[in-house]
C-alpha cells in the first residue's frame, strides 16, 4: 500500500535502499579476467555460450582489477603467484567479492606441497567456494548464484567495513 | 644433397675421448653413457658439429638425486644429470649422464652448443642446487626468488599440509587467517 496504490499508472516503485543496491550490485557484477589453470578452461566455457553467464550479469571480464567487482580464483595458486594475487586483490575497489572456484583454490586440491598455497584463503577473504576438479560450468553458475543470494541478505551496517 | 652415412656414436666417442667415458649401460636400445663432467662440452660439441653423428635437438636436461648415496660404478656419486639428446637427421636418441659430487655439485654448462639449455639448468639449479659454471644467469626459475632450499632433493621434506582433524584444526587454522564461515 502506500504511496504507490494512490499513484496509479505513474510507474513508480517504492522499496527499501538496501534491496535497490543489492540488486544493482548482483545485477552487473563483472569479474577480473584471471584463470590460473585448468578451471580457468571451464570458466571460459561458463563465459561463453550455452552455459552463458552474460545472463547473470557478468557480460564480460575486465582486464584491470580497479574496473571489477568480483574476482574468481580459478586454478591453483603458486608460492611464487601468492603475491601477485594479494596485490590484484588490494588494488580492486570496494565493494568485492571472491569466489574460490574448484579445489586448488578452496583447499589446495591434490597439490599437498610445497609450492602450492593451501587454500586461496591463506591470502586473500573467500565469499564462495566451489568444489570440483574442475566444477561444472553448472557448478560455477550455482556458486555465483550463491554469491548473488548472499549479496542480496547485505544489510546498511555492513557496507561501510 | 649428400647425406653423410651414420656413424655408430658409442664407436665413435670411444675412440675420440677413451678417458672421459665412465659407464656404458644399453636397455632395449636405449644407450647410455655416463662421461666425466669436465668433458661434458667437449663431447656435446663433437656429437652436434660431426656429420654421421648430427645430435642437433637437445629433449631434455634432468637431474636425479639418488640419496642415501652409496658409490657404484653406474652411480659414482649423489647427484646425477641425463643430457637427453636425438638426432633429426638419423632419427636416434642418446642419454649422457653426468655425475656430481655431494658437497658442491659443478657441472660446465653446455648453452654455447644447444642454447635451449638456458632454462633448463636455471631449472635444474632451482630445484636441485646442481650449479652450472658459466651460465649467464644463475637465478631461481620456479620458486620464490627469496626461496631458502632446493625442494627436489630426497632429503628435503614435502611441504604437506596434515589432514585437518579436530585435534590440530587451531593449528592449521593459523595459516589460513582468512578463512571464516561468514564475513
Known sequence: ?161 | MQIAPALDPLQSLQEKFPEAIVFIKTFREELTIVVQPNAILEIMTYLRNTPGLVYNFLSDISSVDYYPHTPSEERPERYGVSYHIYSMLYNRRLRIKVFAAEDEPVIPTIISVYPGANWLEREILDLMGIRFEGHPDQRRLLMPDDWNGHPARRDVPMGKEMVQFSFNVEDIMKHKPHASSSN
Open chain 1, 1 to 161: 500500500m502506500g504511496i504507490s496504490s494512490k499513484l496509479g499508472n505513474l510507474g513508480l516503485v517504492t522499496t527499501t535502499l538496501e534491496t535497490a543496491v543489492n540488486w544493482g550490485r548482483t545485477g552487473a557484477m563483472w569479474p577480473l579476467l584471471f584463470g590460473l589453470a585448468c578451471c580457468a578452461i571451464e570458466m571460459m566455457s561458463t563465459q561463453a555460450s550455452d552455459y552463458d553467464m552474460s545472463r547473470f550479469g557478468m557480460e564480460l571480464n575486465r582486464a584491470s582489477p580497479r574496473q571489477s567487482d568480483l574476482i574468481i580464483v580459478a586454478g591453483r595458486v603458486t608460492r611464487k603467484m601468492a603475491p601477485v594475487v594479494r596485490q590484484l586483490y588490494d588494488q580492486m575497489a570496494d565493494p568485492k567479492w571472491v569466489i574460490a572456484m574448484g579445489d586448488c583454490a578452496s583447499c589446495g586440491g591434490v597439490y599437498n606441497n610445497y609450492a602450492v598455497v593451501q587454500g586461496v584463503d591463506e591470502i586473500i577473504p573467500v565469499d564462495v567456494y566451489i568444489a570440483g576438479c574442475p566444477p561444472r560450468p553448472e557448478q560455477l553458475i550455482h556458486g555465483v548464484l550463491t554469491l548473488h543470494e548472499k549479496i542480496k541478505t547485505e544489510r546498511i551496517r555492513n557496507w561501510a567495513s
